[in-house]
C-alpha cells in the first residue's frame, strides 16, 4: 500500500492491520461532546473544527480503503431518538441521507428479535455508503461486521479463476421485488466504475432466487462462479474483522467494499446488540 488518500487501494487483511491510521480514528472526549452539543443545538458552533476533521477523514478513508471507522463517537446511553437526531446532524455535514425503506425511514435500529442470530454472507447494501453507529456489541462478544475489498477479491479471482471471472463481469439479474429502491437491478456482481474503480454489486440470496420470480435460469458455470465467489471473500487476507464497540462509527462505500456479520447470541433487555443504520448518497464523498 501507498500513501495516496484520493487512489483506491486493494487491501489485504496484513494491510489494513499495517496501517490504521488510513481508516480508523478516534474521537477525544472533548471531541465527541462538543459534537453533540452542537447536535443539540442544530446547529454547528464549538464542534466546527471536529465536523472537518471527521469530513477529511471520512474522505481520505472511503477514497482509498473504500471505508471509515470513527470510535468514541456518541454516548450510547442518550436515547435511541436523541442518537438518531444526532446522527442525521452529524451526517449531513458529509452528504445526503436517503431513505432506506419504502417508508422513507432515514435511520433505523437493527436488533435481534431473540437470543441469537445467524451469520450474514458478505453482500452488498443497495445505497452508494452505508452507516452503522454501534450502540451496544453483541453479549457474547460475536456479531463482527467483516469487510472485504471488491479490487483483491476480483484480482484473486482474475489470476486463479478467469473463468469465473468472466461470468462474475457478465450481466446478473437481481430481483428485489417489494423491497427499496430499483425493483429489479441487471448488473454484473464484478466490475470497473466510471471512475477506474474495482466496483462490486452482490446480494447473495437475491442473486440465487431471482429465477424463482422470473428471472433468468443460472447456467452451471454462474452457480461455479458464485461459490469461487464467496470462497475468496472468506479468505483469511480478504475478509477483515472489524468488532465495533459502543460509540464507534462505520461508513461504507458498497460499490467498494463487500460486508458481512458474524453470528452470534444475545441476551434479552439492556444488553441486546443494537446498530443504528443510516443511508447516504455518495455525492459529495
Excluded at 487512489?7 to 489485504?12: A, D, N
Amino acid at each position: 500500500m501507498t500513501d495516496r488518500s484520493t487512489s483506491e487501494l486493494g487491501w489485504t487483511t496484513d494491510d489494513l492491520k499495517n496501517r490504521p491510521s488510513l481508516w480508523s480514528a478516534r474521537l477525544s472526549d472533548g471531541e465527541r461532546d462538543a459534537l453533540w452539543a452542537d447536535a443539540a443545538a442544530g446547529a454547528w458552533n464549538g464542534a466546527a473544527p471536529v465536523r472537518d476533521r471527521l469530513r477529511g477523514f471520512v474522505s481520505q478513508g472511503l477514497g482509498a480503503v473504500g471505508f471509515a471507522h470513527v470510535s468514541n463517537t456518541a454516548v450510547p446511553s442518550r436515547p435511541e431518538s436523541e442518537l438518531a437526531s444526532g446522527l442525521l446532524f452529524l451526517l449531513g455535514a458529509l452528504g445526503e441521507v436517503v431513505p432506506q425503506n419504502a417508508e422513507g425511514a432515514l435511520t433505523r435500529v437493527l436488533r435481534d428479535e431473540g437470543d441469537g442470530a445467524t451469520e450474514l454472507a458478505f453482500h452488498c447494501d443497495t445505497c452508494d455508503v452505508l452507516v452503522l453507529l454501534c450502540l451496544q456489541p453483541a453479549a457474547d462478544g460475536g456479531g463482527h461486521t467483516r469487510l472485504a475489498s471488491a479490487r483483491t477479491a476480483r484480482e484473486i479471482i482474475r489470476r486463479e479463476y478467469p473463468d469465473a471471472l468472466a461470468d462474475l463481469e457478465a450481466d446478473w439479474t437481481f430481483d428485489r421485488t417489494g423491497r427499496a429502491g430499483q425493483q429489479v437491478v441487471v448488473t454484473p456482481i464484478l466490475f470497473t466504475g466510471p471512475d477506474g474503480t474495482s466496483n462490486c454489486y452482490y446480494q447473495p440470496r437475491t442473486v440465487r432466487t431471482s429465477p424463482e420470480r422470473g428471472g433468468p435460469a443460472l447456467t452451471e458455470g454462474q452457480w461455479r462462479a458464485l461459490e469461487t465467489l464467496d470462497r475468496v471473500l472468506y479468505r483469511p487476507e480478504v475478509a477483515f474483522t472489524v468488532g465495533l464497540e459502543a460509540g464507534d462509527l462505520l461508513l461504507l462505500r458498497n460499490s467498494r467494499v463487500l460486508h458481512a456479520r458474524t453470528a452470534y447470541t444475545d441476551e434479552p433487555g439492556p444488553r441486546a446488540r443494537r446498530i443504528l443504520r443510516a443511508w447516504m448518497s455518495a455525492e459529495g464523498l
